[in-house]
């Protein structure tokens, strides 16, 4: 079941009977959330950014969710875990509204980095990973993910099965890139890691979605739906399909598709609402990682001088704050006396420095293999009719 109910507002006139519409399936919060619960949301917020800039699950959603299962007396706890590269959690609610949101609506922001987390074991694709969750994900009664319709320079697509990395507190997510530095491999991870954690129900913000150079950098896109689904893949099916964008060139979705999970497309789904497919987003800049990733590894290996993309520095606005250097695993990024410079042969092109940029001063900068690449595929998409 996926329900898909366009939405082009964030003021609660709209936002709030769109919300109401798109739990139908499930008997809205009336059914999902019962007196003396605790329930658990899980926003995307990634950057300390506004709400305009589109990078984080917008508060309106956050707090129209969190007010609903309050009124149906349960206790509501919001968390994330950001790179907290400069600075503090705090500054993360307050620049995200979700401060504010909190407040208006009786519910409590937790610092995952400071809560406790139990180890897991999961499927790793290089073998069994040992992971830390936050305790809330246990803590709680129901989990639910609040993720938004992103673009992702490694991912493609950020949405509702990436979303569960957030629930690793701290570092350590810095740190499995650099383990799993491919794309593959990372997907893999990360379709594993949603497998072993699952989530009562999963709710896309796709009002104002994100294309281009995500999933900080990029630019608001009015997408305008809203998508609800029990399981993460058919809500990441939804917002593909909003996108434009085949998940068989996501590797997120093409390893949850080799695992069995979920369904192959749109077809196999009840749908609850609008088809997604009506929605699609015409113009939506897709990255252009899914040409790498298409690439078999052998060859890669070959081309690698010819097929590459990684960060490239826009001087001007650099204001030396060292996060990115703070976050690359790889410490492929320095913030020297003379700015920040990027040492390629390290650099395992995960784009966590992009991620962590305050002020968008790292661009993304490929081949031109890949830019030939990438005029082809957007006249080759332009001919189809579909998004650029
Ligand atoms: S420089 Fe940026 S893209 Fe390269 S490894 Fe470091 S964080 Fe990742
Ligand atoms: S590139 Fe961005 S993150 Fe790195 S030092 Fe400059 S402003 Fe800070």
Known sequence: MLACVPCASY????????????LEPWGGFAALVRPGMTVFLKPNMLSAKSPAAAATTHPAVVEVVAAACRARGARVVIGDSPPLTMKRVEDFWEATGYRAAADRAGAELVALEREPAREITVTGPRGPLALRITDWYWRADLVINLCKLKTHNLTVLTGAVKNHFGLVPGLQKAQLHLRLPRATEFGALLADLAAAVPMGLHVMDGIVGMDGNGP????????GVLLAARDPVTVDLGASAVAGIEPADQPILRQ?????WGPASLDEVVRHGDDPRRWRFAGFQVPAVPLLYRVPEPLFNVLRRFIWARPA????????????????AARAAELGRDGVRFRYGRCISCFCCLEVCPVEAIAMRSSPLIQVALYLRAWKRKLQGRSV
């Not at 009977?17 to 798109?22: D, G, I, M, T």
């Not at 900080?216 to 997408?223: C, D, E, K, L």
């Open 313 to 328: 520095l826009v001087p001007a606005r650099c204001i030396r704050c060292g996060a990115c250097a703070r976050v690359c």
């Open 11 to 22: 003021e609660a006139a709209e936002l709030t009977p769109a919300v109401e519409r798109l």
């Open 256 to 260: 949850c598709r080799a695992r069995g």
């Open 216 to 223: 900080a950098g990029g630019r608001p896109v009015p997408t």
